[in-house]
């Protein structure tokens, strides 16, 4: 009898192994299913943040929901052009089915490790001018996605109604920030066009903001920021600097007037992220390919006021700029 039962048991333990080995390996071979997208960010900032926020909600919207169906590697580069290759190979090793950059030098560096597997623009201001496609309608490789580049002349304009009499109009930006540079460039022809003095200072990092925003401030009337990830990021130093002086800054980003900037027409970032990731998605289905999917681009931006911040400085809000906010826009109170 006592043989019978030590028989027994050993038949249950051998069972009890190759069932644990049998659900084991099943858990691994759906883990192994899932499709995995590495998203690359620059850094943290409102702007960034917002549009990687949008891209969970737009693989959502397409049947992604991360950690049921899908994996996803976030991975944050704090700014480190040294942290940006780093994870960029590590999506490489981990064959990640298809990767997305916030930022440009995010997509560059995905751009110039991932040669194969699909590779998504998530807001980026120049696709072709960065070298990251060869056409924005055609892009012809394993790239594309979606552009964030401002309504620069919508912003122009918006600035000289909120500024009439305004004779020197300045513009910061960073010299190493591609985007930054090609917005800059194009702005510069628009002023030519419109008869608007234009000044232009440039930084290389965060710390040279205080001194280059304290000079701006003391010499122009108003202050134009484009789209921007360094000034983003310390968007308060520039407008602490400007509120001394009583100079508005007019930033080309809807989140940077929420932290000081007195307006703009701005394209929501948490709307470009969702439009990001729902191309992902589309891409991943097998509904797309990336060569032949036109970079998409948001040509008309919404109307955002920050009221408490004019009231601080003294501006007065053109009564049809102040409607037309609160019919189609936002206003910050």
Do not use: W
């Not at 360094?230 to 080309?252: D, E, R």
């Amino acid at each position: 009898m006592r043989k019978k039962l030590t028989i027994l048991g050993v038949i249950f333990i051998i069972f009890a192994i190759l069932g644990y080995a049998y659900f084991d390996n099943q858990k691994k071979q759906q883990s192994q299913s899932k499709p995995t997208i590495g998203i690359l960010q620059l850094m943290s900032h409102p702007a960034l943040d917002s549009i990687h926020k949008g891209i969970i909600a737009g693989l959502k919207d397409e049947g992604y929901t991360p950690g049921k169906n899908i994996k996803i590697d976030f991975q944050n580069a704090e700014n480190d052009q040294s942290n940006l290759k780093t994870m960029s190979t590590k999506f490489a090793n981990e064959n990640a089915d298809l990767t997305i950059g916030i930022a440009t030098p995010a997509a560059q560096a995905l751009a110039n490790t991932m040669k194969k597997s699909p590779v998504i623009l998530g807001a980026i201001t120049d696709p072709k001018g960065a070298g990251l496609v060869k056409n924005n309608q055609k892009p012809g490789g394993n790239i594309t996605g979606v552009s964030d580049q401002a309504p620069l002349k919508e912003q122009l304009g918006l600035i000289k109604q909120f500024m009439p009499k305004m004779k020197t109009l300045g513009i910061i930006y960073t010299s190493s920030d591609d985007s930054a540079v090609a917005q800059y460039k194009k702005f510069v022809v628009l002023c030519k066009q419109e008869h608007i003095r234009l000044k232009a200072y440039s930084i290389a990092n965060t710390n040279d903001l205080t001194q280059v925003a304290e000079q701006a401030a003391h010499s122009v009337d108003a202050i134009y920021v484009p789209t921007d990830n360094t000034i983003a990021g310390a968007m308060q130093t520039l407008v602490g600097a400007a509120n001394k002086a009583k100079v508005p800054v007019f930033p080309a980003v809807d989140t940077m007037v929420k932290a000081g900037g007195v307006a703009t027409y701005g394209i929501n970032q948490y709307e470009l992220g969702v439009a990001t990731g729902k191309m992902s998605a589309q891409i991943l289905k097998g509904k797309k390919k990336p060569s032949t999917t036109p970079v998409k681009f948001f040509r008309h931006g919404k109307l955002i006021i920050n009221q408490k911040q004019a009231d601080k400085l003294g501006i007065k809000v053109p009564a049809n700029l102040l409607k037309e906010a609160q019919q189609k826009g936002e206003i910050i109170k």
